[in-house]
Nanobody, 123 residues
Framework: QVQLVESGGGLVQAGGSLRLSCAAS????????SGWFRQAPGKEREFVAA????????YYADSVKGRFTISRDNTKNTVYLQMNSLKPEDTAVYYC????????????????WGQGTQVTVSS
């Protein structure tokens, strides 16, 4: 009965901002590491950001470091990805995931996945 549901995607101009949300049911995010991945057309799904269940440590891909921020709200059982200074190359379907093993930058470390939300950044 585990479900992860992403929302907040859309169309934005380069330089703009979006906040993605991932609401979980059937699991408690606070005991999982939560990750965000993205997949652009013709490319592999790649790591974007993660927050550790153990101590809240965050991890970011070099391509988004300084622009994106991952956070969690345990009361709402929701993980967020704040995306600022968006670039056309950020265009992709963004997926949230939950896992219990490391390394948290790898797809294979995550057990549960959402359906994704589209982010499109225009030039």
């Amino acid at each position: 009965q585990v479900q992860l549901v992403e929302s907040g995607g859309g169309l934005v101009q380069a330089g703009g901002s979006l906040r993605l949300s991932c609401a979980a049911s059937g699991l408690t995010f606070s005991v999982y590491t939560s990750g965000w991945f993205r997949q652009a057309p013709g490319k592999e799904r790649e790591f974007v950001a993660a927050v550790s269940w153990r101590d809240g440590s965050t991890y970011y891909a070099d391509s988004v470091k300084g622009r994106f921020t991952i956070s969690r709200d345990n009361t709402k059982n929701t993980v967020y990805l704040q995306m600022n200074s968006l670039k056309p190359e950020d265009t992709a379907v963004y997926y949230c995931a939950a896992g219990l093993i490391s390394p948290f930058t790898e797809r294979s470390s995550y057990r549960y996945w959402g359906q994704g939300t589209q982010v499109t950044v225009s030039s």
